[in-house]
């Protein structure tokens, strides 16, 4: 009797470990299938998406050097720290859109829509910005030449409703008034 109880202790020993593991894996699983996805940083450099909808997406650090984004779809996406260098986004609405820290240096952002967009931060220094919609968007500490901030300010009003910062004090366009 004494060697049967020996090999069930042996035996319930061994299924205790595999228990453990396979409950240690299992867990391990649903945590990865659960977790919702963060920000996964793309690469769209050069690409082409034409009328795409990337509305309502995290795309934190993603990179859009020279893409073509005509006429897309960035409202209210987190683009916090992307790059826009040298991209098309001629007619793309970006209402809503949180661009701090953001590269648009050489960008085209002509008849965008910036409604409440978050600009902070970004660098803009040779984008352009002609009859593109700015109600509402913050444009603290962006890097704009003087010509562009003086055409930006003759058409800037509205206060971006999550930074509650007016977007004419943003352009110091106090600088400008006549």
């Known amino acids: 009797m004494l060697p049967m109880l020996l090999l069930s202790s042996a035996v319930i020993i061994t299924i205790s470990r595999y228990w453990r593991w396979w409950v240690a894996l299992l867990l391990a699983i649903l945590w990865i299938l659960l977790t919702p996805p963060g920000a996964i940083a793309e690469d769209y450099t050069k690409e082409a998406l034409i009328n795409m909808d990337f509305s309502g997406r995290d795309l ?3 990179e859009f050097t020279k893409a ?3 006429h897309s779809n960035l409202s209210h996406t987190n683009l916090q720290g992307v790059s826009f260098f040298g ?3 001629e007619t793309a609405n970006l209402e809503g ?3 701090r820290y ?7 952002l002509t008849k ?11 660098f803009a220094f040779n984008t352009n910005f002609d009859d593109a919609i700015i109600t509402g968007a913050d ?8 010509d562009a901030q003086r ?3 003759k058409v800037a009003s509205g206060t971006n409703p999550v930074t509650g910062r007016k977007t004419w004090e943003t352009l110091h366009c106090e600088d400008f008034a006549l």
């Open 60 to 62: 934190r650090g993603s």
């Open 68 to 70: 073509n984004l005509f």
């Open 87 to 89: 991209a098309n986004l």
């Open 97 to 99: 859109a949180d661009l």
């Open 102 to 108: 953001a590269t648009l240096d050489t960008a085209r």
């Open 112 to 122: 965008a829509n910036l409604t409440n967009a978050i600009l902070e931060g970004a």
């Open 139 to 146: 444009f603290t500490d962006v890097e704009l030449r003087e």
């Open 151 to 153: 055409k930006l300010c």
